[in-house]
Nanobody, 125 residues
Framework: QVQLVESGGGLVQPGGSLRLSCAAS????????MGWFRQAPGKEREFVAA????????IYKDSVKGRFTISRDNAKNTVYLQMNSLKPEDTAVYYC??????????????????WGQGTQVTVSS
């Protein structure tokens, strides 16, 4: 089994930055496609970013392009989401997700088998 644990959330001012981390443990981390999703109160969980095993392919939700960067350090079994120029609409619980069998990055929640418990990100003035 694989366990995913997110960290790095918090309260920031609009325009500020946060870096989220997702640490994997249990089964070997490779091969895995990893993604970040988020869910705001009263809204559906939505795709944010995804990255393939080698880190050579990344995809992003349109509204975060140019502001967020997903990366990974396979030696540390960790995936990161660097969030810059944060906006109030970025406020949500952010979830890390992974799947060992995906052949490529995916935006679909149903394609990910493993999920973390989430970390709260609040952007407020």
């Amino acid at each position: 089994q694989v366990q995913l644990v997110e960290s790095g959330g918090g309260l920031v001012q609009p325009g500020g930055s946060l870096r989220l981390s997702c640490a994997a443990s249990g089964r070997t981390f490779s091969p895995y496609v990893m993604g970040w999703f988020r869910q705001a109160p009263g809204k559906e969980r939505e795709f944010v970013a995804a990255i393939n095993l080698s880190g050579t392919n990344t995809i992003y939700k349109d509204s975060v392009k140019g502001r967020f960067t997903i990366s990974r350090d396979n030696a540390k079994n960790t995936v990161y989401l660097q969030m810059n120029s944060l906006k109030p609409e970025d406020t949500a619980v952010y979830y890390c997700a992974g799947d060992p069998t995906l052949g490529g990055v995916s935006t679909s929640r149903s394609n990910y088998d493993y999920w973390g418990q989430g970390t709260q990100v609040t952007v407020s003035s």
